[in-house]
């Protein structure tokens, strides 16, 4: 049957990261965090998630904003889409956050839904995913017992899957200084506007070779994962357009096998785009780190 | 089992019990009975269900009325001052920015939205603004109008 | 006198302050006391057996009041009705809840009545049905073969009916043409999509045995008629009432299962229930549009000439038939084959075919939107093949300007037309030359642009009842008026035409005004309850103004006609010497001698010194049934960008010259060519209804559905010329559906002229950005061969 309405659940408003933390264990996996609500609640509605019980995030202090620590961008996990896309320090510091939040769904969803929830939500579509393992950024997991970080690289396990534990909050998100150019790519989904394919590259020049470069992608597979392939073709090179382009032939090679098919996008359709926004997303990042 | 919630709309103030699972959408319309805002999807892909929450443009039917308490919500049936149209109002009807008038509470309402970012925005700007409220009567032609009047007047 | 308010002005709309301010009454806000909530449950399978419905669960939820199967309620429920009934079609059964078999994702088995919408949907969900899955077939070319999956045991081969239509002889035409082109067409299945989906509440009076449904309908006339019909209550104890209607598109123009369902379970409960159509459930239960699948061809001579064109069209009509379906891809479709051009020979055959699908049936232009696209790919192929420009091939075959009547070879007679200002004014607004020396540049740097036109005939103004009967039309479809004047001289006009966005109340005051002399401020125009406009047909194919529009312009006139009678009954003159202007009855040639508006209406009302056998009172009321249809024209071009990396396309500019006849108020037509277009971009450019090979609708959300954003359509370039029409004393010929019907193939053709240098000649819609991808890098690969 066909519903809009979601099955009846429990509903906690926590005043701490800590007595969300117990909460999530009191529950034992039946409960769900609720940040922004824009992944979990369409789900819900539809009955695809019927949690014994949500975890409302809303209520806690300080999980919300932006700010600089030293070198690194601190942004709290119930900020939402619209305050990175406008905030000049993102901007500054990791443009191609501030593109994929400004590309994220639309105006009203970008008032809602939180970089937190995007990316524990690790929608295989998702933009952020991408962003994050293309900078670099550590995800901080808090319960009651305290504290730990995450690695980008080691955060997103599998479809709709994540490292953190089950009663582990996101709370933080950690972008290091030091990358020169960042840029995001998209090619978006008429219908929903997630990811068919969205590409996000990171990458340093010095004396007009590369240095570093880091590339995420999403909407291709599973979940995002780097182009370890292409990334390694970059570095040590002159960032020319010929370059660019022949490295770009690698973006998601390691996807091979697993490209996502449905009515929107064959493999073979994604697979070759992954090719062209990584190059579209190179180009942009070493336009930016002024290679 | 019910939560008490407290929420401001449109300059009243409410307090109500709510089932944990009511939208905000629901809690307006059948607690509130203001029924201008719409809904017109399950997937929050229509946007004729949004609102201002804390002077933000937020599709409603994907909102649990539990989470907007303490929150300050202007629905459609807020928008004018008294007798006096907000100058979106306005410029829907100047300009014929509506036909059957579904979408129109909530694309207006985000249209405040952009507005308030971005006083003077380009067409480009405003059809991308726009993108997660559909109309289906209008082809958007007259709502961009609508918009870009709506601005040239709030500007004075 | 012409005032602000008069016929051809653009009117702000009076429909706008309730709409604008949140005060209008759409279906959802219609609250009873006492009003229960119905869940429907619907099949999850596309084809199978019904072994066993258990409500038990659901009856002894919480808050849950009653739970009914299909078969506790088939006697009540009747069988859905067919209300276009070709020869030799059948007409197979169609129970509003299923009780043996289920035919497509989402009929319904079993509703569940609860005190709340939360408590229906918590039940419903624990209805038990058992099914015996069966084999699904869900296109209608593999429906037809032998040893497909068989819907109904009255239809062989799943064949509801085959229908022709034709003039000449192709065949032997095509046989003496110097060439012939040939084309596979896809025309796929969209989801019309009004931003508010269906919704009933049904009211029972125990006391009166009235039946009361709030429907968001097209046709609430029509949904009495039916629904009488259907359930046996008696017609004139059935109100229904369309509140405000949040777009139709075609899809609010039948009579559904739910509305006989709540009417006839409020009756059985003797208390209110409503029914809210959710997105996705709309996106099952409620009827899809288009989806032809099409063997086309069009003969002709090197020298650019036209002589002919052929269709055989398998079209998919879903899982039983809905209310007009037979009548879309058959009437409205093989008439106008020959479009606005000389086309001797005609030769149609459609195949109406009965599938595991969500019902086909009207969506904005019905038909007609097929039929030109059959007919402008074909002539854009036709040209490339004979080494034609494709403003040319047109220019050349267009029927030549015609005030009186033009009989095409099909049989049907156009009413006026004047084809080649159209498109000469389109390629003027896009400087045709200038845009053929941009393209030669764009490819030179590797952009691939491109330019499709689309000049077109549409059927509208329907119709001709007698001549629809003919065609299979099962209900007249004239259209009423009554024109009330209130002893104040305020008038009220009733019309039974039913708008669900078109302005229609803005419209009739302007008519009204216009042709009474009072001011636009004094009418109040009432639609949409069977109660109050006591007959009416509805609001579909481009009718309201043209058909119900005369309706009322006819009864303004008996109401002038009487009022004048008075007039000179007052002033002691002969009838013809009193004329009427402008809220003054006059004596002719003394201005002096006259008698107010207001005057005259207080006599009729006081009936004090009223003529000799004059009945007292002010009021007209008028049965308008045209003798032809009306036959809107135009050309469309657009302009379309295809990246070449991704495919993805992005409409440049569109162009829209339309000559719909004279305009009652061209802001509200502008509006409605808007709409129209951008509903056609959506088919040209992304817009599909996709089901798996077992019948599971894959497009099943917003999500997945691609409707056309602020983002996806351009800032639109419209203008008109005027050919007014003889069929109805305004001279109108209807607005609202050019835009679908000329729109997709101008898309179309503007992509395939984009990459025509790589030898592609057609591509199906939607052209999404693989399929375009894919498209450049066949021809590429191809080329380079």
Redesign the interface.
């Known amino acids: 049957m066909t519903t809009?309405?979601?099955?009846?659940?429990?509903?906690h408003?926590p005043d701490t990261v800590e007595e969300a933390s117990g909460l999530l264990s009191r529950y034992g996996g039946a409960a769900r965090l609720?940040a922004g609500?824009?992944s979990l609640?369409?789900l819900?509605?539809?009955r695809l998630a019927s949690p014994e019980a949500?975890i409302?995030l809303?209520g806690i202090d300080g999980l919300s904003g932006i700010r600089e620590d030293g070198d690194e961008l601190h942004i709290g996990s119930m900020t939402t889409y619209?305050e990175i896309a406008?905030s000049g320090l993102v901007a500054e510091r990791a443009p191609a956050l501030a593109e994929a939040a400004a590309e994220v769904?639309?105006?009203?969803?970008r008032?809602?839904g939180t970089i937190g929830g995007s990316l524990a939500h690790s929608d295989p579509a998702g933009d952020l995913p991408a962003v994050v393992l293309a900078l670099g950024a550590t995800l901080v997991a808090s319960t009651a017992g305290g504290s730990r970080t995450i690695g980008a690289d080691g955060f997103f396990t599998d479809f709709m899957a994540t490292a953190l534990g089950s009663d582990e909050v996101l709370t933080e998100i950690r972008v290091p200084g030091g990358g020169s150019g960042s840029a995001y790519a998209k090619l978006a989904n008429k219908?929903?506007?997630y990811a068919v394919v969205g590409v996000a590259a990171a990458v340093s020049v010095e004396g007009g070779v590369c240095t570093s470069a880091r590339i995420g992608i999403t909407g291709a597979g599973p979940h995002a994962v780097r182009s370890p392939q292409a990334e390694s073709a970059l570095v040590g090179s002159t960032p020319t357009a010929a370059a660019i382009s022949s490295a770009s032939q690698l973006g998601g090679a390691e996807l091979a096998g697993q490209f996502n098919e449905d009515i929107h996008a064959s493999a073979e359709y994604r697979e070759a785009m992954v090719k062209v926004f990584t190059e579209r997303a190179l180009t942009a990042a070493f336009a930016r780190a002024g290679g | 089992?019910g939560?008490e919630i407290s929420v401001t709309v449109n300059g009243n103030s409410y307090t109500n019990v709510v089932?944990?699972?009511q939208?905000l959408s629901q809690y307006l319309?059948d607690e509130l009975n203001?029924?201008?805002?719409?809904?017109?999807?399950?997937?929050?892909?229509?946007?004729?269900c949004?609102v201002l929450?804390d002077g933000?443009?937020?599709?409603s039917c994907?909102?649990?009325a539990?989470?907007a308490s303490g929150a300050d919500v202007t629905?459609?049936?807020g928008?004018?001052d008294g007798d006096e149209?907000h100058p979106i109002?306005k410029a829907?009807?100047?300009e014929?920015g509506?036909?059957?008038?579904?979408?129109?509470?909530g694309m207006?309402i985000?249209a405040v939205?952009?507005l308030s970012?971005n006083p003077q925005p380009t067409?480009a700007e405003?059809?991308?603004?726009?993108?997660?409220?559909?109309?289906?009567?209008?082809?958007?032609?007259?709502?961009?109008k609508a918009v870009q009047a709506a601005a040239a007047e709030m500007a004075g | 006198m012409t005032t602000a308010t008069s016929i051809g002005k653009a009117v702000?709309?009076h429909?706008?302050?309730?709409?604008?301010?949140?005060?209008?009454?759409?279906i959802?806000?219609v609250k009873l006391l006492g009003m229960a909530h119905a869940a429907i449950v619907r099949s999850p399978h596309a084809h199978a057996n019904i072994l066993n419905v258990d409500v038990t669960g659901a009856a002894n939820s919480p808050g849950v009041v009653a739970a009914f199967t299909g078969a506790d309620v088939q006697e009540q429920l009747g069988s859905l009705p067919a209300g276009w009934v070709l020869a030799d079609m059948k007409t197979p059964n169609h129970p509003p809840i299923a009780f043996e078999k289920v035919r497509y994702v989402g009929d319904a088995v079993a509703v569940v009545v609860a005190e709340t919408p939360?408590a229906a949907a918590d039940a419903a969900s624990l209805v038990e049905v058992d099914y015996d899955v069966l084999p699904a077939v869900v296109n209608a070319e593999e429906a037809v073969k032998d040893g497909a999956p068989q819907l109904h045991d009255d239809a062989p081969n799943n064949i509801d009916f085959e229908w022709e239509v034709g003039g000449g002889d192709y065949d032997a035409a095509a046989a003496e043409a110097e060439v012939v082109v040939k084309q596979r067409m896809i025309n796929q299945r969209l989801i019309p999509?009004?931003?508010?989906?269906r919704g009933v509440v049904a009211d029972y009076n125990r006391a009166t045995d009235q039946i009361t449904l709030w429907t968001s309908t097209q046709i609430p006339h029509l949904v009495r008629l039916l629904f009488a019909a259907v359930t046996g209550h008696p017609e004139q104890k059935v109100r229904v009432i369309a509140p405000?209607?949040?777009?139709g598109?075609g899809c609010k123009l039948y009579i559904y299962a739910e509305e006989v369902i709540c009417g006839v379970i409020a009756k059985l409960l003797a208390r209110p229930v409503k029914w809210i159509s959710?997105?996705?459930e709309g996106y099952q239960a409620t009827t899809h549009g288009r989806d032809h699948i099409a063997d086309v061809e069009m003969c002709g001579n090197r020298d650019g000439t036209i002589t002919g064109i052929k269709t055989t069209v398998y079209a998919n009509l879903g899982a039983y038939l809905s209310t007009f379906a037979p009548g879309i891809p058959t009437v409205l479709f093989g008439f106008t084959l020959g479009g606005p051009y000389r086309m001797p020979n005609v030769a149609c055959k459609v195949y109406g075919v009965l599938t595991n699908t969500t019902p086909v049936d009207a969506y904005r232009g019905a038909g007609r939107p097929e039929c030109t696209y059959v007919i402008e790919r074909l002539v854009d192929i036709f040209s490339k093949e004979t080494g034609h420009d494709p403003t040319e091939v047109r220019r050349k075959n267009f029927i030549p300007k015609f005030t009186d009547g033009h009989e095409v070879s099909t049989g049907v007679t156009y009413d006026s037309g004047d084809y080649e200002p159209a498109l000469d004014r389109a390629l003027e607004m896009l400087d045709y030359g200038a845009f053929r020396e941009e393209q030669r540049k764009a490819r030179s740097e590797g952009r691939l642009i491109g330019v499709g036109l689309s000049s077109y005939v549409e059927i509208c103004g329907i119709a001709p009842s007698a001549v629809a009967a003919s065609l299979g039309a099962g209900a007249g479809l004239w259209e009423s008026s009554t024109v009330r004047v209130h002893p104040t001289g305020k008038v009220a006009v009733y019309t039974g035409t039913s708008p669900?966005?078109?302005?229609h109340q803005t419209s009739f005051m302007q008519i009204t005004s216009s042709e009474l002399g009072v001011p636009f401020e004094d009418v109040e125009v009432f639609h949409g309850d069977t109660d109050k406009q006591q007959m009416g047909t509805g609001t579909f194919g481009s009718r309201s103004v043209a058909v119900g529009g005369t309706a009322l312009y006819m009864s303004l006139q008996k109401v002038i006609d009487k009022a004048k009678r008075i007039a000179a009954h007052q002033m002691g003159v002969p009838l013809q010497q009193v004329s009427y202007e402008s809220g003054t009855f006059y004596v002719e040639d003394i201005r002096e001698r006259n008698m107010s508006w207001g005057d005259v209406v207080g006599e009729a009302y006081s009936a004090k010194n009223l003529p000799p056998e004059m009945e007292p009172g002010l009021e007209a009321v008028t049965f308008f049934d045209p003798q032809n249809f009306t036959w809107p024209f135009g050309t469309h071009i657009a302009v379309l960008e295809i990246d070449q990396d991704t495919g993805e396309s992005k409409v440049l500019r569109y162009i829209a010259v339309d000559d719909v006849g004279n305009v009652v108020n061209p802001?509200?037509v502008?509006?409605?060519v808007?709409?129209?277009?951008?509903?056609g971009i959506g088919q040209g450019l992304q817009e599909q209804a996709v089901y798996s090979e077992d019948g599971q609708l894959l497009s099943g959300?917003?999500?997945d559905y691609a409707?056309?954003?602020?983002?996806d359509?351009p800032?639109?370039e419209l203008d008109r010329t005027v050919t007014p029409t003889d069929v109805n004393p305004m001279g109108v010929k209807g607005a609202g559906e050019t835009?679908t019907i000329a729109c997709s193939p101008a898309i179309v053709n503007a992509a395939v002229d984009a990459l025509s240098h790589l030898g592609v000649r057609h591509v199906d819609m939607p052209l999404t950005a693989e399929k375009m991808w894919r498209t450049i890098r066949d021809a590429k690969a191809a080329q380079s061969d």
């Open positions: 809009s309405i979601a099955a009846p659940f429990k509903y408003s609720l609500g824009h609640l369409p819900m509605k539809l949500l409302d809303g619209a406008r769904a639309d105006t009203p969803v008032n809602a219908a929903s506007h | 089992m939560h089932e944990p699972r939208l319309r203001l029924t201008g805002t719409h809904v017109g999807c399950d997937t929050t892909s229509c946007g004729a949004t929450i933000r443009a937020v599709k994907n909102v649990l539990v989470q629905t459609v049936e928008l004018a149209y109002q829907f009807w100047n014929h509506l036909q059957c008038g579904f979408c129109t509470p207006m985000t939205d952009i970012n067409e405003i059809r991308t603004g726009l993108r997660g409220n559909l109309c289906r009567c209008t082809g958007y032609h007259n709502i961009v | 702000r709309r429909e706008d302050p309730r709409l604008i301010s949140g005060n209008a009454t759409y959802d806000d939360q999509n009004p931003i508010e989906e405000e209607v949040g777009g598109f959710g997105r996705q669900h966005g078109q302005g802001m509200i502008d509006g409605m808007h709409g129209g277009v951008a509903q959300s917003m999500m409707l056309p954003t602020a983002e359509v800032t639109f835009g």
